[in-house]
T-cell receptor
């Protein structure tokens, strides 16, 4: 079990640039979640994948945000035309397909800073 | 009002003290989760429970479904327990989606 891996760990970019983050879940986990956490707050749900299908998107995910999981393994989260308010920690989590509700395993996150 | 409320927001303790963090929620849930987050971001799942009580080492989590309340206890606290402890609830949104709704977290500092 190598855990959930997220890259990069840190991203600093200028306002208006596009950024892409990657999440590699635990290999046998077919459920994948993206969350966003701003300073001093708990994380908030962004989107959910079961295998390659994106089954739910939060209203927080504006049209500048897009997430994919093309082969049901790794996932990417892209933000276009970044804004100051996008500065946050972006967290990925995965969970086992077995049974119903399962614990979620989190990556270390990607911290995005917009200059 | 947030669906998940934690108290206290900040907690400072001396090494060896017994610690309690409380969590209340206002919605129907599938399970309640306690998570630990260290500086730098990584989140670790401590407990997932839907009834009763669970224990792991010096950590104990309890839940009262009728009162929609959970507590996380740490016995014989140690400076390495210093972290943010987050309560979250999962609701079934349809199919296999058990997305989490989080509290704001409790920052615990244990002094030697």
């Amino acid at each position: 079990d190598t855990g959930v891996s997220q890259n990069p760990r840190h991203k600093i970019t200028k306002r208006g640039q596009n950024v892409t983050f990657r999440c590699d879940p635990i290999s046998e986990h077919n459920r994948l979640y993206w969350y966003r956490q701003t300073l001093g707050q708990g994380p908030e749900f962004l989107t959910y994948f079961q295998n390659e299908a994106q089954l739910e998107k939060s209203r927080l995910l504006s049209d500048r945000f897009s997430a994919e999981r093309p082969k049901g393994s790794f996932s990417t989260l892209e933000i276009q035309r970044t804004e100051q308010g996008d500065s946050a920690m972006y967290l990925c989590a995965s969970s086992s397909p077995q049974g119903g509700n399962q614990p979620q395993h989190f990556g270390d996150g990607t911290r995005l800073s917009i200059l | 009002k947030n669906e998940v409320e934690q108290s206290p927001q900040n907690l400072t303790a001396q090494e060896g003290e017994f610690i309690t963090i409380n969590c209340s929620y206002s919605v129907g849930i599938s399970a309640l989760h306690w998570l630990q987050q260290h500086p730098g971001g990584g989140i670790v799942s401590l407990f997932m429970l839907s009834s009763g009580k669970k224990k792991h080492g010096r950590l104990i989590a309890t839940i009262n479904i009728q009162e929609k309340h959970s507590s996380l206890h740490i016995t014989a606290s140690h400076p390495r327990d210093s972290a943010v402890y987050i309560c979250a609830v999962s609701k079934n949104s349809g199919g296999s989606n058990y997305k989490l709704t989080f509290g704001k977290g409790t920052l615990l500092t244990v002094n030697p």
